[in-house]
């Protein structure tokens, strides 16, 4: 994972060992006037996401909260989590990745090098070298 990011706009690169890179761009500077559009494209597929629905993102906004709030009370009634523990890890640690990629001017950062820390409750800013850019 590396990530790049200027003024309003990032760009990702994650790497696999088993299959192609994905490229994520969010905040695209090609997108004028649109709020936190989000395109990851893989070599067969494009996938694009908005937090907004119909041009408004308190709208978009009112109905993640009510989707989240709406899977916790499952993850409650069923005791079941809605996604595998790991899958949540991983993604967190390329979250993280991307937070110490971003603070190191864009170094590449395997997720073997966070993903144990990520298990461990470690984040940016927790005590660590790996500062958000400012």
């Known amino acids: 994972m590396s990530l790049t990011a200027r003024e309003g706009s990032a760009h990702a690169m994650i790497r696999y060992k088993d299959r192609g890179p994905a490229e994520v ?4 500077p ?4 649109q709020y936190c559009p989000t395109s990851v494209y893989f070599a067969k597929k494009r996938f694009e996401f ?3 629905i119909e041009d408004d993102f308190w709208h978009g906004h009112h109905y993640e909260m009510f989707r989240m709030a709406a899977t916790f009370r499952e993850l409650l009634r069923t005791r079941r989590e809605p996604v595998p523990h ?3 890890l991983e993604v967190t640690a390329i979250l993280y ?4 990629s971003l603070a ?3 170094r590449r950062v395997e ?3 966070v993903l144990g820390a990520v298990a461990r409750g470690w984040y940016p800013g927790a005590g660590s ?3 958000p850019a400012v």
């Open 30 to 33: 090609d997108l004028l006037g």
């Open 97 to 100: 990745a991307g937070a110490k």
């Open 25 to 28: 761009w969010y905040g695209r």
């Open 111 to 113: 997720l073997s090098e």
């Open 129 to 131: 070298n790996c500062r």
């Open 50 to 52: 908005m937090p907004a």
């Open 104 to 106: 190191e001017q864009g």
């Open 86 to 88: 790991r899958e949540i």
